[in-house]
Every structure is written in structure tokens, then in C-alpha cells.
């Protein structure tokens, strides 16, 4: 190996091609290199165990919640019961998904590769959501094939409240995943991160739940109704499409998505 | 091409680099010299965007590292230290990627990736993923990379750092390569390959630069402390007198080795007295079988200033 290697070392050194244009790159916008950034992500994704884990056993519970709730005989025949055991089945799985993509960028050292190239910060942020974003539809294109059961069973099946549904999903996903990604900015062990994503998302799914139902005070259970992720879902899932909500969710993923790009800037300053 | 002015920078009580400066003209190859956690990886991390730092000034190509420093980043190709790699991709798919990323087009691309790819002799494995790599086949797709879009500056840190030693010559040969084409910094802690790859030296320790110039003007600083070493045989006190009495020999230590003298004689800067001796040995008889001149090593001199730095901050 080594020999062959200094035979062609040799030929290099006498045939050194001639310089190109200076500089051949002129560096990308924003939002090409954000693309570039999701696409490596999805790839990613699709090679890491971590994310066939995850799909694994959202379509596990989801179909067992499917087979146990929704087809059986004189229950609501809807997705709605569904898509309300995803949403909570999602507070546990998409953590799992978004755990490394910051984290290990900083564990690796990768984080001074990417960020020496003429990258900034909000392009490899928003980026790296839209990758785990694409990985997560694909998860919710695989429950599908429940639809078209229920569908079967259940011909009178309002379409409408099918489609606001899997928007909420979408918008949920979102919310979820940008706080993943804010947590994964925080530190460089994943499962750490994993750990920091589930509280924030417990405290605004389960937390304001409770304090919206036993808080002291008026405005107290009104903030928690307001922050509670599952009621803004249930919308959704119930076939309407507020603009609050659909407000709220993308508001609070830009929000999450920004503080992720102020905590990695911050970090790389230090 | 590098222009460095007063250069600090602290993480939080600690300095890590202390008011430094200088300069580095194009086509030109240097190296940062230091023992570890000196500051030079704190200096190239500033030098190539990844750092703020905390006052002070970088151009590179004339842009400032701070305001504009996209345009610096366009210009420098980057191996840190430790060279991370993604290990999930194959090795064309990472250079596309990085390829991508700096906005090249897909001809520009595949005319880079042939090139380093020729270069960096990655032609046996650019289908292969990263994970499955040895650490020197790794370490040139990180330089592969850092060529890619044939910048203007190249900056290394630790370039040879855990490869075997053919692994290294191989490395050290490609960097002398590339230097017809571009202006390089190359940190190291290991003065040898300072020595044998680049044309001028920055000695950093205790986040100072200690001393800088080209290899040779750092050999004559250090030429001053030069002494010989002689074996001669006869009478002691009248072989240290008789020496001692030469002009140009300010000191005479001797030690008795199996029958010979030993003597280390320390000499005037710049004289020397080597063929004064021989004479006088013939003249009186005396036998001599060793006479050298030591020449204070860079080892020595980088070791002496490093240890002075320790001190000097502790």
C-alpha cells in the first residue's frame, strides 16, 4: 500500500495540475446552504440506527393504538383518537431524532469544519430541522396505511378533519424538533440532550395540562391553557384550522430555532 | 496574505493567546511552533472564522476575520485539529457535500474532487465510507477537503498528528507540494517537521510568540552557545592551562575518562579555536582523539524558551 502510494506520490509531484481560476468557491446563500445542510441530515438519518429505532416504535404504538382504540367496533371512526396518541407517543420519539444533530457536530469537532466554510450559523440551524423535518414526514407518510383501512371500514370519514389533522402533525413536529434542536445546541452529549428535549416538551404538554387544570389562580390556568401544545393540537385534530394556533406552533419553532442559533453562536465565542 | 495585529485572546480569566503579531506574504510556508496548549490552535481558530477574538486584528487576503468573514472564509482551506469527519458518508459523497456547501457548482465540484482526489491520492477509496478509513487515509480526505476549492491560504493544524512515520513523510511531502500554490501555516509541536516542511518558523509558548524567522536566522541565534568537546591525552593541569591560555577560549572544564581528558571549552562568539588545538596537541605531543564542535540543537533552544515561558507564567 505504502509503495504504490509513493509511486503515485512521485507522478503528483511532476504533473502538478495547472491553478484553476482563483478561488473556485463563491459560497452559497443562506438558504442554498441551509438545503445543502438538510439534505446531509436526511441522508444522515437514514444511515444512523438511532432514527430506524424511533420510526420503529412510532409506528409500533401507533398501530397498536390504531388496532386497540380506533378499529373497534363502535368507537369514533376517525383519526382523531389517533393523531391524539401520536402527538403524545411524539414527546418521547422525535428527542431521540433530533438528540445528535447539534450535540455530535460539537462532540466530533465537525462543528469547526462546518462553520470555517462559508456557513452561517441560521443556515446550518434551520438546516439541520428541515433534514430531521423531511425524516419525520416520512415517519407520518408511514401511517398512512391506517387511513386507508379506517377509511375502508368507516366510508363516511370526514376528509377534511383528515387533512387539518395531519397538518397539526406536521406544525406539531415542528415545534417538537425545533426544541430538540435547541437542546442539542445546548450540549455536546446527545443523550443529554435527549433528556433536556423531553422536560421542555413535558413541561409544555403535561405540566401546563395540570396547571391549567389546578392552578391557584385565573390567569395562571389561562398562561398554561394557552402554552399547552396538546390543546392547540387538538384543533387540529378535530378538523379546525384556528390561525392562533397554526401561529402559535410556528412561532414557537422560529423562536426555539432562534434561541438554537444564539446558544451555538455563543458556545463557538466562548 | 496573513496579517496578525496584537492578538489576544482570553477564556475568561484564562489567556490563551497574548498579544501577538505578525505576518505571513503569499506562497509563503510557516510553521507555529509550540508545546501543547501554547495557543496555536486558539490562533488558527481565530485565523480561520471559527473564534472571535477577544482584541485585536486578522486580515487574511486582506479581509478582516471579524467583519468579513465570509469573504476570509472563501479563501482558507481549514484541517483542524483531529481532523472530524462525518463517518456515515463515503468520501466522494463528503467532499460533494463540502463542495456544496461552498457553493460550487457541480463542474466545479467535479473538477475539485478530481483534482484533490490526485493529489491526496484518494483514488483507492473515494467510494469507501469515512468510518472504514485508517486515520492516514482519513487525514488526507481532511486535507482533500481543505484543497478543495483551491484556496488561497491553507491552514493545518497538526497536520501529522497520529499517523505512522510513513504516513507522515507522505504528508509532509504532499504540504511542500502545495506550497507552490499556496500560502500556508501548519502547526505542530514537533520541531523536526517544522524543520523539514516549512521556510520560516513562529515559536509560541505560554500564548507569546517567543521568537520567528526563517529556520536558518534561528540556528544563528542560537549558534552563540556553541562549545567543543575535545578528548585529549597527557598531563591535566597542563593540557586545561595550555588551552585555557588560547585566545578566543574564555572557559575550560576537564574530567578525567579512562585515561583521556575530557574537556568541554566554551569558546568566543563567532571564534573558532578547533585548529589552534590540533596544533598545539601535535606540538606537544599530546594524543587527541575527539574534537567537535556542539552546536546548540533547535531542540535545545526550543525546549530552553518553552521551559522560560513556563516560568515566566507560572
Known amino acids: 500500500m505504502s509503495a504504490d502510494i509513493q509511486v503515485k506520490a512521485s507522478e503528483v509531484a511532476v504533473a502538478s495540475p495547472p491553478r484553476e481560476a482563483a478561488s473556485a468557491g463563491h459560497g452559497g446563500g443562506t438558504l442554498n446552504a441551509a438545503a445543502v445542510i438538510a439534505q446531509r441530515e436526511l441522508c444522515s438519518l437514514f444511515y444512523l440506527p438511532i432514527a430506524y429505532v424511533v420510526g420503529f416504535i412510532f409506528l409500533l404504538l401507533t398501530g397498536y393504538y390504531f388496532v386497540s382504540e380506533t378499529l373497534v367496533p363502535g368507537n369514533e371512526a376517525s383519526m382523531r383518537v389517533l393523531f391524539e396518541r401520536m402527538a403524545g407517543v411524539l414527546v418521547f420519539a ?76 406536521i406544525l406539531l413536529g415542528g415545534l417538537f424538533l425545533s426544541i430538540g434542536i435547541f437542546a442539542s445546541s445546548c450540549t455536546r452529549h446527545q443523550l443529554l440532550a435527549a433528556v433536556i428535549a423531553m422536560a421542555i416538551l413535558a413541561v409544555f404538554t403535561f405540566v401546563v395540562d395540570y396547571g391549567a387544570e389546578y392552578g391557584r389562580q385565573m390567569w395562571q390556568r389561562e398562561v398554561c391553557a394557552y402554552l399547552n401544545v396538546f390543546g392547540h393540537f387538538a384543533d387540529f385534530s378535530k378538523g379546525i384550522l384556528d390561525s392562533k394556533s397554526i401561529i402559535f406552533f410556528v412561532s414557537g419553532s422560529v423562536f426555539f430555532l432562534f434561541l438554537a442559533t444564539k446558544v451555538m453562536e455563543s458556545r463557538r465565542w466562548r | 496574505m496573513i496579517e496578525v495585529k496584537n492578538l489576544t485572546k482570553s477564556y475568561g480569566p484564562v489567556l490563551a493567546v497574548d498579544n501577538i503579531s505578525f505576518k505571513v506574504e ?91 482526489s490526485d493529489r491526496c491520492w484518494l483514488g483507492d477509496f473515494i467510494d469507501r465510507p469515512i468510518g472504514q478509513l485508517s486515520k492516514g487515509m482519513r487525514q488526507r480526505v481532511g486535507l482533500a477537503d481543505a484543497l478543495l476549492h483551491d484556496p488561497d491560504v491553507v491552514v493545518l493544524d497538526e497536520p501529522t498528528v497520529g499517523l505512522d512515520p510513513n504516513q507522515i513523510r507522505e504528508t509532509r511531502r504532499l504540504i511542500t507540494d502545495l506550497a507552490k500554490r499556496h500560502t500556508i501555516i501548519l502547526s505542530s509541536h514537533i520541531l523536526p517537521e517544522v524543520e523539514a516542511v516549512c521556510e520560516r518558523m513562529i515559536i509560541i509558548a505560554g500564548g507569546r510568540i517567543r521568537a520567528s524567522g526563517s529556520i536558518s536566522q534561528i540556528r544563528d541565534r542560537i549558534k552563540g552557545a556553541s562549545r567543543l568537546i575535545a578528548e585529549i591525552r597527557g598531563p591535566k593541569q597542563e593540557i586545561e592551562s595550555a588551552i585555557s591560555s588560547l585566545n578566543g577560549v574564555r572557559r575550560v572544564e576537564g574530567r578525567a575518562v579512562d585515561g583521556w581528558n575530557r574537556l568541554h571549552i566554551d569558546g568566543v562568539e563567532g571564534q573558532d579555536v578547533r585548529e589552534e588545538i590540533s596544533s598545539l596537541c601535535a606540538r606537544k605531543n599530546w594524543g587527541l582523539r575527539e574534537l567537535r564542535l556542539e552546536v546548540g540543537s533547535l531542540e535545545e533552544f526550543f525546549t530552553q524558551i518553552t521551559a522560560e515561558a513556563a516560568t515566566a507564567t507560572a
Open chain 1, 94 to 169: 422525535l428527542p431521540l431524532l433530533t438528540m445528535r444533530s447539534i450535540a455530535d457536530e460539537f462532540s466530533s469537532g465537525a462543528i469547526e469544519t462546518l462553520m470555517t466554510a462559508p456557513v452561517s450559523d441560521v443556515s446550518v440551524v434551520v438546516g439541520k430541522f428541515f433534514g430531521a423535518l423531511l425524516f419525520y414526514g416520512c415517519l407520518l407518510v408511514a401511517t398512512l396505511p391506517h387511513l386507508f383501512l379506517l377509511g375502508r371500514y368507516a366510508p363516511t370519514m370526514v376528509g377534511s378533519t383528515v387533512f387539518t389533522g395531519y397538518v397539526g402533525m
Open chain 2, 26 to 116: 503569499a506562497g509563503e510556508i510557516v510553521g507555529f511552533l509550540g508545546p501543547n496548549g501554547a495557543g496555536k490552535s486558539t490562533t488558527l481558530r481565530i485565523l480561520t472564522c471559527y473564534q472571535p477574538a477577544t482584541r485585536g486584528t486578522a486580515r487574511v487576503a486582506g479581509f478582516d476575520v471579524f467583519t468579513q468573514s465570509m469573504e476570509v472564509r472563501r479563501r482558507i482551506g481549514y484541517l483542524p485539529e483531529g481532523n472530524p469527519l462525518y463517518p456515515e458518508m463515503r468520501v466522494r459523497e463528503y467532499l460533494n457535500f463540502r463542495g456544496k456547501l461552498r457553493g460550487m457548482d457541480r463542474s466545479e465540484r467535479e473538477a475539485g474532487i478530481k483534482r484533490v
